[in-house]
Nanobody, 121 residues
């Protein structure tokens, strides 16, 4: 059993910051990568940022510079620092962990239930 749990969402005003956290726990053998995705109402889920097990990062083109992904590998945690938030950043933010479990030893994607981020004045 693997659980992925996000936290840190909320309501902020334009220009403010938020930090999201995510932890993966359970029968984890190893993590290949973790990342953040978001889905706004009426839109498809899209990648925000990802970080691999060797620390390489990837950002959606429009977000690099405002958003920063980081991790605590020892705790199976990933973070998303979001600065200068804009109304169009409003979405449900989902954490993804690509990992393999001790029993199956096959890499799979696991998702959290999401955390709401609302940017509004």
């Amino acid at each position: 059993q693997v659980q992925v749990v996000e936290s840190g969402g909320g309501l902020v005003q334009p220009g403010e910051s938020l930090r999201l956290s995510c932890v993966a726990s359970g029968n984890i053998g190893g993590i290949n990568a973790m990342g953040w995705y978001r889905q706004a109402p009426g839109k498809q889920r899209s990648v925000v940022a990802r970080i691999t097990n060797d620390g390489a990062t990837y950002y959606a083109d429009s977000l690099e510079g405002r958003f920063t992904i980081s991790r605590d590998a020892a705790k199976n945690m990933v973070f998303l620092q979001m600065n200068s938030l804009q109304t169009e950043d409003t979405a449900v933010y989902y954490c993804n962990a690509n990992l393999w479990t001790v029993d199956l030893r096959v890499s799979r994607n696991f998702w959290g239930e999401g955390t709401q981020v609302t940017v509004s004045s």
